[in-house]
């Protein structure tokens, strides 16, 4: 019931276009939803964060969308560049628990 | 600001060997993970240390001990390496502790055991 369910596992995309990666769960008293980018050589850094309140969040290029019902939440990237080639994992965790639960990654590499 | 800081950085080891990876955080942080990462498999959470003073396991705890030595450091312990525990170890930080708080990462040791 800890686990969280990443998809793609590596996504190749043009420049300018819309990066989408997956994220299903399947404990319900998950209540917290953060993404991490991560760059070669380095460690995960906090992307965005949601919580099952709202239904999306939008920083920047960024984008969570959260679905209660079906237990699922995305990552967008628009207009992708190529810096945003990195591992993306997608994490949740609920109040009280002190660490995270990660996704598998998500490899991406923007090609120019 | 150094953030979170792990040493060393690379080490090979051969299998039965001991070593401690270190880790210090600058951030006044309460609270101190270790994850280890494996290809295809994401972050999972050896030992974590939700104040000075406490340490609990995670998900994958066999095979290492931990040390939260005072605030700033928290060390992870390998016995007796065995060549399972080839991996890259993140060591992490957050204030408080709560689930909604961000965690920062140092940029991880990697680490082979032969």
């Known amino acids: 019931q800890q686990q969280v369910k990443q998809s793609p596992q590596s996504l190749i995309v043009q420049k300018g276009g819309i990066s989408i990666i997956n994220c299903a769960y399947e404990?319900?008293?998950?209540?917290?939803f953060p993404w991490y980018q991560q760059f070669p050589g380095k460690g995960p850094a906090l992307l965005i964060a949601?919580?099952?309140?709202?239904s999306e969040k939008k920083e920047g290029r960024f984008t969570i969308s959260f679905n209660k019902s079906a237990k699922q939440f995305s990552l967008h990237i628009m207009d992708s560049q190529p810096g945003d080639s990195a591992t993306y994992f997608c994490?949740?965790?609920?109040?009280?628990?002190?660490?995270?639960?990660f996704g598998s990654g998500t490899r991406l590499q923007v090609q120019p | 600001n150094a953030g979170v800081t792990q040493t060393p950085k690379f080490q090979v080891l051969k299998t039965g060997q001991s070593m401690t990876l270190q880790c210090a955080q600058d951030?006044?942080?309460?609270?101190m993970y270790w994850y280890r990462q494996d290809p295809g498999m994401g972050l999972r959470l050896i030992y974590y240390?939700?104040?000075?003073?406490?340490?609990d396991k995670g998900e994958v705890p066999n095979g290492y001990n931990v040390s939260r030595l005072n605030k700033r450091e928290f060390s992870l312990r390998l016995e007796s390496a065995a060549p399972s525990q080839t991996s890259v170890y993140f060591c992490?930080?957050?204030?408080?502790?709560?689930?909604?708080?961000?965690?920062?990462f140092g940029d991880g040791t990697r680490l082979s055991i032969l």
């Open positions: 992490a930080s957050s204030d408080f502790g709560g689930s909604n708080q961000p965690q920062h």
């Open positions: 404990n319900t008293a998950f209540d917290y």
């Open positions: 949601i919580r099952p309140d709202v």
């Open positions: 994490a949740a965790s609920y109040t009280g628990r002190r660490a995270l639960t």
């Open positions: 951030m006044n942080h309460n609270s």
């Open positions: 240390s939700a104040s000075e003073g406490t340490t």
